[in-house]
């Protein structure tokens, strides 16, 4: 099946280029799991100041530093945890952007337990 794409997923001919990845993947896609929402968050975060491929192509890094953003491990982080991020090379070691992903996992963490989940899902087209 040929997929439609926009002039700029067009001008991208690898299709192995995290860009392409992303475009025929991930956007507008969307997201059902708390876990993967918040990964796309703590990616937002850390993307403001650059670009988006920049982010792209450390997402395994980002996965494997924020255990793949599991929600509750994140929330728990210590200090310890908090300068094992700010010397891992393979993320973006802003230590405000490192605190937020902490901070909004906690914040996740009491959302889930009043609400159950971060995900908004409309219950009347299910």
């Not at 889930?112 to 009347?124: L, N, P, T």
């Amino acid at each position: 099946m040929s997929h439609p794409y926009c002039e700029y997923a067009k001008q991208i001919e690898d299709k192995n280029d995290v860009d392409k990845i992303y475009h025929d993947v991930h956007y507008g896609v969307p997201i059902q799991d708390d876990n993967e929402l918040f990964c796309r968050l703590v990616m937002e975060i850390n993307q403001a100041g650059l670009s988006w491929h920049t982010i792209l192509v450390k997402e395994k890094n980002f996965r494997k530093a924020y255990h793949n953003f599991e929600i509750k491990k994140v929330a728990k982080y210590s200090e310890k945890d908090f300068a094992r991020l700010m010397n891992d090379a393979g993320i973006i070691r802003n230590r405000l952007k490192i605190n937020a992903a902490i901070y909004n996992a906690q914040q996740l963490v009491l959302i889930q337990k009043e609400y159950g989940s971060f995900v908004f899902i409309d219950k009347a087209k299910k």
